[in-house]
Every structure is written in C-alpha cells, then in structure tokens.
C-alpha cells in the first residue's frame, strides 16, 4: 500500500536503546510503535487516551496478530500507518510498518474493544468519534 491509501501514518526514529544484542529493533518495540500510532491517531479525532480515561471509557486489546518482514536498525526512520474498521464492538486496526526506502517492515492487525465504567460496551461513543474513519 502507499502511504496515501491510510487513514493516518506518523514518521518514528529508532531510538538506539531499542536494539538488541544483535543491533536490531527488538521485535516487543514494534507493539510499541503500534500503540503510540494509535494513540497519535486517536488524539487527531479529537479522544485522546486521556479523554478516554476521563469518560469512563478504557480501550482494551483483545487480539495482536503480528508479521515481521524485515529488521529496522540504529539510524533507520519508520512510516508506520494504519486503516480502521469495526466488527461489532471491536475497531480493528491494520497496521503497517515501513522503513525509509518504503519497504514492508511489520504488519499486524490490532483488535481492540472498549469498558466503558468497568463493563465492556458495545463502543458506541468510540464509534462516535471515528466515525469518519471507519
């Protein structure tokens, strides 16, 4: 896909602490540029994690299916992207990874359903605010 073809995509710098003994990217700092695209998505909509929180509204994840293609390394710049859509009460994130010649570098695909005051919901208000989106 080109980056045109997502709903949001933010640019990531690899961060030399996040290698490992081999001088990789440690494959659990990927679940960590997934998370921060989300939450940098849902800011733009206008329901940060934050207002989440403060609505009584808790995103949960409930599914993490995850591909490693290829290594990004110290130095390299990562496009990470993502498109949404919902199947019930569960938004569905795809979620890409590339690195800065726009190669394929991870792609995964996040569930998440939402509490809402401790109980899970159907996601009617997350829906609200995405509903451009999805």
């Known amino acids: 896909m080109k980056k045109e073809d997502y709903i949001y995509s933010i640019e990531i710098d690899v961060r030399d602490y996040e290698l490992d003994s081999e001088g990789i990217v440690n494959n659990a700092n990927y679940l960590h540029y997934l998370e921060w695209t989300r939450h940098e998505f849902c800011k733009t909509t206008g329901m940060s994690f934050d207002d989440m929180r403060r609505s009584g509204i808790i995103p949960v994840l409930n599914r ?10 110290s130095g390299d710049r990562m496009t990470s992207c993502l498109n949404l859509t919902r199947k019930g009460p569960r938004f569905v994130f795809h979620q890409d990874i590339y690195n800065q010649r726009g190669e394929p570098v991870v792609k995964a695909v996040v569930s998440v359903v939402a509490l809402e005051n401790g109980r899970l919901s159907r996601g009617d208000v997350l829906a609200k605010a995405f509903e451009k989106y999805l």
């Open 64 to 73: 993490v299916e995850i591909d490693y293609i290829t290594s990004l390394v």
